[in-house]
């Protein structure tokens, strides 16, 4: 048979656990962090970069574009898959 202290803790708990989810802080800018602005895409990525593509010259948002393109009808297009799946 369960204690009362044995009790207790078990409803202490019950009400501790769901209230710690309770304690989030807002996530907004404080005062003495700076505003950052976004660079532009095609500026990101310095060319030579192991995560930059083959051709890809960096700031030129010509051969972002390009590239872009070339991910999504060869690595991303599910249909272009499927048909040279059933071929």
Request: positive net charge; charged residues 25%.
């Amino acid at each position: 048979m369960m204690t009362r202290g044995t009790i207790a803790w078990l409803m202490a708990t019950a009400v501790a656990v769901p209230l710690a989810g309770c304690g989030e802080k807002a996530q907004t800018l404080g005062p003495d962090s700076a505003k950052k602005s976004d660079a532009k895409a095609w500026e990101g990525v310095t060319a030579g970069n192991e995560y930059s593509a083959s051709g890809y010259k960096a700031g030129d948002k010509t051969t972002w574009e390009t590239q872009l393109k070339a991910r999504a009808e060869r690595g991303q297009n599910e249909y272009s898959h499927i048909v040279s799946a059933k071929q």
